[in-house]
C-alpha cells in the first residue's frame, strides 16, 4: 500500500504495532483513538515491546546480565593465569638478577630480598666457617663475605637469642632497626639486620684497615698509624659520639666504645662500630640495664649501679683517647689517677701506683713514633687533657661529647717547649676547660 496517503483507525477495538509507513506516521492522533493496545512510530502511541518472534528482536534482559557476567569471568580467569605465570617467572629470575648485579649495592639488596641475602651470606662464608671469622666478641663472631655481587661486607653473629624473651627480641630488633637508618662518616653502615632463634645477624660495611686494638698492638702497623693519623682517629671517634648523644631523637648510648669496636678503613678514618649493645633511650627517664660493655673500658659507676647513661660512653671515649696516645691499654695509668690523686697514702691493694703528679706527659706517649711536631704537640696535649677529664671516677665532672668534639676543634698555638715539660698532675688539677680559658694560656701561667 506504498500509495496509501491517509487513513483513519479510530473506534476500531485495534491492537499491536501500526505499519512503518509515511501514511501512519503522518496521521493524526484523532485516527487512532478509542483502540484496544495500538503501538508504533507515532507521537500519540507508545513503543511497541519487543518480540521474540520479531525480526530485528534484540537479547532479553537476562542474557544481558548472563553474557558480560561470563565474558567478566573469563577475562578475570586469563588475568589470573597470567599473574600466576608472571610470578613464577619472576622467582625464577630473581637468583640471576641477583647474581648479575655486579658491584651491586647490599642495602638495595637487602631490601629486595632479604631472604636471598641471608642465603648469599651462608654461601659466602661457606656456612659460617671458621677460615672467615675475623674477630670474635663478647656478643659473637665476625665474618667477611664476599657477596656473589662482588660486594665485601663484615657479618656479625650474635650469639643465639633463643633463651630471649619474645618482647625482648622484638624491642631489640625494632631498636637496632632504627639504626640501619643513622648515617655519619664515622659510624659504621649497618645495612641489614636478622634476628633468628639459631642465628641472628648484624651485616655492617667492611672496612679494610680493621680495628684500632689491632693497629695498636702491632709494631708494623702502629707505626703506620702516626701521630696525624691518631689525631684524626680521635676526633672521629669524638664527633661520631657527639651525633649519637646529641643529634640523633632519642639519643643512642652505645654502652661498648673500646678500641675493639673502632674500625680504619683505607684512609685511616675512624669508623664506630658494633651496636649489638647499643640502646635507644629516653634521655628523661631512668634507664636501668644490665651491666654490659668491654672489661678496662666501662665506667666505674657501672659497678654500683646498672644505670646507662652518655657519660658512660664519654669515659669509654677518655679511656680509648688514652690508649691512642700511648699506644697501650691505659689501665696502670687509670689505677693510678684513682688511687695517688684522691688519696695519696692509700695502698690498700699492695700495688706501688704511678707518681702522676711528676709523671710528664712525654713520657707516657707511643715511644714508636717519632717526637711529635709543634702543631702535633698540641694538639696531644688537648686530646690528654679532655681525656684525663673524660675518665673522672664522678660522672657528674666528666664533660659531655658536644664540649669534647668542639674544643678538639679548637685552634692550637704550637708549645712544643711546653708539651716536654708538663706532667699529668698539671693536667688533671687544672680548670681550665670548664672555666673556659685557653688550655695554652692555662699551661703558660702554670
Known amino acids: 500500500m506504498k500509495s496509501l496517503r491517509f487513513v483513519d483507525l479510530s473506534y476500531n477495538d485495534l491492537e499491536g504495532p501500526i505499519p512503518e509507513s509515511k501514511a501512519f506516521e503522518e496521521a493524526s492522533a484523532e485516527s487512532?483513538?478509542?483502540?484496544?493496545?495500538?503501538?508504533?512510530?507515532?507521537?500519540?502511541?507508545?513503543?511497541?515491546?519487543?518480540?521474540?518472534?520479531?525480526?530485528?528482536?534484540?537479547?532479553?534482559?537476562?542474557?544481558?546480565?548472563?553474557?558480560?557476567?561470563?565474558?567478566?569471568?573469563?577475562?578475570?580467569?586469563?588475568?589470573?593465569?597470567?599473574?600466576?605465570?608472571?610470578?613464577?617467572?619472576?622467582?625464577?629470575?630473581?637468583?640471576?638478577?641477583?647474581?648479575?648485579?655486579?658491584?651491586?649495592?647490599?642495602?638495595?639488596?637487602?631490601?629486595?630480598?632479604?631472604?636471598?641475602?641471608?642465603?648469599?651470606?651462608?654461601?659466602?662464608?661457606?656456612?659460617?666457617?671458621?677460615?672467615?671469622?675475623?674477630g670474635v666478641g663478647g656478643h659473637g663472631s665476625v665474618y667477611k663475605a664476599k657477596l656473589s655481587t662482588g660486594q665485601v661486607?663484615?657479618?656479625?653473629?650474635?650469639?643465639?637469642?633463643?633463651?630471649?624473651?619474645?618482647?625482648?627480641?622484638r624491642a631489640s630488633e625494632s631498636?637496632?632497626?632504627?639504626?640501619?637508618?643513622?648515617?655519619?662518616?664515622?659510624?659504621?653502615?649497618?645495612?641489614?639486620?636478622?634476628?633468628?632463634?639459631?642465628?641472628?645477624?648484624?651485616?655492617y660495611e667492611y672496612l679494610e684497615r680493621g680495628n684500632l686494638a689491632n693497629m695498636l698492638s702491632s709494631e708494623e702497623l702502629a707505626k703506620e698509624l702516626?701521630?696525624?693519623?691518631?689525631?684524626?682517629?680521635?676526633?672521629?671517634?669524638?664527633?661520631?659520639?657527639?651525633?649519637?648523644?646529641?643529634?640523633?631523637?632519642?639519643?643512642i648510648i652505645h654502652r661498648d666504645v673500646s678500641s675493639n669496636n673502632i674500625l680504619l678503613d683505607s684512609s685511616y678514618e675512624?669508623?664506630?662500630?658494633?651496636?649489638?649493645?647499643?640502646?635507644?633511650?629516653?634521655?628523661?627517664?631512668?634507664?636501668?640495664?644490665?651491666?654490659?660493655?668491654?672489661?678496662?673500658?666501662?665506667?666505674?659507676?657501672?659497678?654500683?649501679?646498672?644505670?646507662?647513661?652518655?657519660?658512660c660512653d664519654v669515659y669509654s671515649f677518655g679511656v680509648v683517647t688514652l690508649e691512642t696516645i700511648m699506644g697501650r691499654h691505659p689501665g696502670e695509668l687509670i689505677y693510678a689517677l684513682s688511687t695517688t690523686l684522691s688519696s695519696p697514702s692509700s695502698s690498700a691493694t699492695g700495688l706501688e701506683p704511678l707518681n702522676v703528679e711528676s709523671l710528664q706527659l712525654k713520657d707516657i706517649i707511643d715511644k714508636r713514633l717519632p717526637t711529635p711536631t709543634a702543631q702535633m704537640a698540641e694538639e696531644i696535649l688537648t686530646m690528654t687533657k679532655l681525656a684525663l677529664a673524660?675518665?673522672?671516677?664522678?660522672?657528674?665532672?666528666?664533660?659531655?661529647?658536644?664540649?669534647?668534639?668542639?674544643?678538639?676543634?679548637?685552634?692550637?698555638?704550637?708549645?712544643?717547649?711546653?708539651?716536654?715539660?708538663?706532667?699529668l698532675g698539671k693536667l688533671v688539677n687544672s680548670d681550665d676547660i670548664q672555666e673556659g680559658k685557653s688550655l695554652s694560656d692555662s699551661m703558660s701561667s702554670s
Not at 153 to 169: G, M, N, T
Not at 235 to 242: E, T
Not at 272 to 296: P, Q, V
Open 153 to 169: 661486607v663484615a657479618v656479625k653473629k650474635l650469639h643465639s637469642l633463643h633463651h630471649s624473651k619474645l618482647e625482648d627480641q
Open 270 to 311: 675512624a669508623h664506630i662500630s658494633d651496636f649489638g649493645t647499643a640502646r635507644l633511650i629516653n634521655i628523661d627517664s631512668t634507664t636501668w640495664t644490665a651491666t654490659a660493655g668491654t672489661y678496662g673500658y666501662i665506667a666505674p659507676e657501672l659497678a654500683y649501679t646498672m644505670k646507662v647513661t652518655p657519660k
Open 226 to 251: 702516626n701521630w696525624m693519623r691518631r689525631i684524626h682517629v680521635v676526633k672521629g671517634v669524638a664527633n661520631a659520639l657527639n651525633y649519637m648523644h646529641h643529634d640523633c631523637a632519642p639519643p
Open 390 to 423: 673524660c675518665i673522672n671516677v664522678n660522672p657528674q665532672f666528666r664533660p659531655t661529647m658536644k664540649n669534647v668534639a668542639q674544643d678538639l676543634l679548637t685552634p692550637r698555638r704550637e708549645l712544643l717547649k711546653l708539651f716536654s715539660s708538663i706532667t
Open 175 to 203: 631498636e637496632i632497626s632504627a639504626l640501619t637508618k643513622i648515617r655519619h662518616r664515622n659510624i659504621v653502615k649497618l645495612y641489614g639486620f636478622c634476628f633468628h632463634a639459631r642465628e641472628s645477624l648484624l651485616v
Open 32 to 134: 487512532f483513538e478509542n483502540n484496544k493496545a495500538l503501538c508504533g512510530k507515532h507521537t500519540s502511541l507508545k513503543n511497541c515491546p519487543v518480540h521474540v518472534k520479531d525480526k530485528k528482536a534484540v537479547i532479553s534482559p537476562l542474557a544481558l546480565i548472563l553474557i558480560p557476567s561470563f565474558a567478566v569471568l573469563v577475562i578475570a580467569l586469563w588475568i589470573s593465569i597470567g599473574v600466576v605465570c608472571a610470578l613464577k617467572s619472576s622467582e625464577r629470575k630473581k637468583r640471576v638478577k641477583v647474581r648479575d648485579l655486579h658491584n651491586g649495592d647490599l642495602f638495595s639488596i637487602w631490601s629486595y630480598d632479604g631472604k636471598l641475602v641471608y642465603g648469599d651470606i651462608r654461601e659466602a662464608t661457606e656456612g659460617f666457617d671458621d677460615k672467615y671469622c675475623i
